[in-house]
């Protein structure tokens, strides 16, 4: 079965720090672009980080630039999200996302979420 | 950053009508467009890629269409299982953004 499953949130002090991990199974993770994308209470989905197949380019939005940092071990088949300095309007539902699939240097045109964790849960409060 | 507006913000609509929501970007991004719901507690599921491709495994009563900043989700005959939350998203350019979201709910 394709899935992903989201870890380490929880309840961080304004300031603090987390790292969250998705772990990847029943497809080859090493070919896909993957992503965060999180969701304030009662509010939308906001894209967060990109990282593509070989961790060698990352992507973040402006809000998350210079204090989160996306990563990958495609040996482990996990994505990770450092998130430092953070805030209390970082609070949120995270979700890790599949991209769009890559071969070498070829990639497919579609670049879709098509597959989501669960989602997991970091507040920021003191 | 494109902006992503849909319309409405919220639906009330009965079993086995047809639904419509229109999504509009602020600039031409092509076909570079996809749309999802997301149904309470539960994490978004792709309904439609590239506007118009309907995702494996995903009732062929969903489509889209359009092209260039003006795009439209329908459902053609409205189950109850499809109360949700409906979201468009481009991925012309960086950032990836989403509209603010589509209320469906059940007259």
């Known amino acids: ?126 | 950053d494109i902006q992503m507006t849909q319309s409405p913000s919220s639906l009330s609509a009965s079993v086995g009508d047809r639904v419509t929501i229109t999504c509009q970007a602020s600039q031409d991004i092509i076909n570079s467009l996809n749309w999802y719901h997301q149904k309470p507690g539960k994490a978004p599921k792709l309904l439609i890629y590239d506007a118009s491709n309907l995702e494996t495994g995903v009732p062929s009563r969903f489509s889209g269409s359009g092209s260039g900043t003006d795009f439209t989700f329908t459902i053609s005959s409205l189950q109850p299982e499809d109360i949700a939350i409906y979201y468009c998203q481009q991925y012309d350019s960086l950032p990836y953004t989403f509209g603010q979201g589509t209320k469906l709910v059940i007259k």
């Open chain 1, 1 to 126: 079965e394709v899935q992903l499953v989201e870890s380490g949130g929880g309840l961080v002090p304004p300031g603090g720090s987390l790292r969250l991990s998705c772990a990847a199974s029943g497809f080859t993770f090493s070919t896909y672009w993957m992503h965060w994308v999180r969701q304030a209470p009662g509010k939308g989905l906001v894209w967060v980080s990109r990282i593509y197949t070989d961790g060698s380019r990352t992507n973040h939005a402006d809000s998350v630039r210079g204090r989160f940092t996306i990563s990958r071990d495609n040996a482990k088949n996990t994505l990770y999200l450092q998130m430092n300095s953070l805030r209390a309007d970082d609070t949120a539902v995270y979700y890790c996302a599949r991209g769009r699939n890559c071969s070498g240097a070829s990639c497919i045109y579609r670049d879709a979420f098509d597959i989501w964790g669960q989602g997991t849960v970091v507040t920021v409060s003191s």
